[in-house]
């Protein structure tokens, strides 16, 4: 896996007139993850797309080296298209990937267009384009939102065994997140 790291300097989100958190710091190493949490509107999301580069920092620094997969509520995936024609897609421009759908579930939906797909099925879709990139940073935001029993265990395995391979994780979501090491950030400690 290529290096990677992320690293946040008194980094602040202000929306409008409201700052949202300042003074936030942290650091991600190879093999470490930190899970975000905070009430709604607090932030989280915000964050991961600070660290994802799609937001500016109000003050601040972030520093992240590797390529980023990303999964939030926007699953990426053309829903006009069968599950095999969208992923092939992505495919074109991440390179080949390992064999994932069987495990993730998808292996019977290759020919169902993504816009038939429960919640719970294109948040697996997504997974099974975060895996396709081999990215070693992954942002999660809500990543078990939608998904059952089984799936939210699928995914917090997935997420732990990104880790041990040396990638780093970090996890915005209300939920509990099952990841032996995991460090947690409550954005409301940061409220101004």
């Known amino acids: 896996m290529q290096e990677c790291r992320i690293a946040a300097k008194d980094i602040a989100c202000r929306r409008g007139e409201r700052v949202l958190f300042a003074s936030v710091s942290f650091a991600l190493l190879p093999g470490q993850a930190l899970h975000v949490v905070g009430p709604n509107g607090i ?4 964050l991961i797309r600070m660290i994802a580069g799609l ?12 390529e980023v997969g990303l ?34 579930g998808l292996a019977d939906l290759l020919d169902v267009p993504v816009g038939y797909f429960s919640t719970g099925q294109k948040k697996r879709a997504a997974f099974a384009r975060l895996l396709g990139q081999h990215a070693p940073v992954w942002l999660l935001d809500e990543p078990l939102n939608g998904l059952d029993a089984d799936g939210a265990a699928l995914v917090q395995e997935l997420a732990g065994e990104h880790c041990r ?28």
């Open 71 to 104: 999964v939030d509520e926007r699953h990426a995936l053309d829903s006009s298209l069968p599950l095999r024609k969208a992923l092939a897609f992505w495919q074109r421009l991440d390179g080949p990937a390992v064999d994932r759908l069987a495990r993730l």
């Open 43 to 46: 932030g989280k999301t915000s």
């Open 55 to 66: 937001l500016g920092t109000w003050s601040g620094t972030i520093e992240r080296e590797g």
């Open 165 to 192: 391979a040396g990638g780093v994780c970090l996890i915005a979501s209300h939920q509990p997140f099952a990841l032996d090491g995991v460090a947690r950030l409550d954005l409301a400690d940061f409220v101004p």
